[in-house]
Nanobody, 121 residues
Framework: QVQLVESGGGLVQAGGSLRLSCAAS??????MGWFRQAPGKEREFVAA????????YYADSVKGRFTISRDNAKNTVYLEMNSLKHEDTAVYYC????????????????WGHGTQVTVSS
């Protein structure tokens, strides 16, 4: 079992930046990812990072604005969000899965409880 705890959400003006963190309860080589769910909408994929390769993949809607990274020494994954838009407002969830493919397609083994990001226009 791995517990994932997100932090770093908050209220920010459009054009601003936030950095989300996802701390895992133990060292893991699993692929990690971020998803988000806005009110009244389905959860959607945001970004993923491989366990050992460090490969990354982004949703088109955030490409060029968001950066996912991981610090394996701290068992933590980050999501640096720049040039935030009102439509980025959502609860952001961290996820972990055995394979990169599984994370990208939302078939995660573990999920965090989420952190709220609100972007004011």
């Amino acid at each position: 079992q791995v517990q994932l705890v997100e932090s770093g959400g908050g209220l920010v003006q459009a054009g601003g930046s936030l950095r989300l963190s996802c701390a895992a309860s133990r060292r893991t080589s699993y692929a990690m990812g971020w998803f988000r769910q806005a009110p009244g909408k389905e959860r959607e994929f945001v970004a993923a990072i491989g366990g050992s390769s460090g490969s990354t993949y982004y949703a088109d809607s955030v490409k060029g604005r968001f950066t996912i990274s991981r610090d394996n020494a701290k068992n933590t994954v980050y999501l640096e969000m720049n040039s935030l838009k009102h439509e980025d407002t959502a609860v952001y969830y961290c996820a972990s899965a055995r394979t990169f493919y599984a994370v990208v397609h939302g078939s995660a083994d573990y999920w965090g409880h989420g952190t709220q990001v609100t972007v004011s226009s």
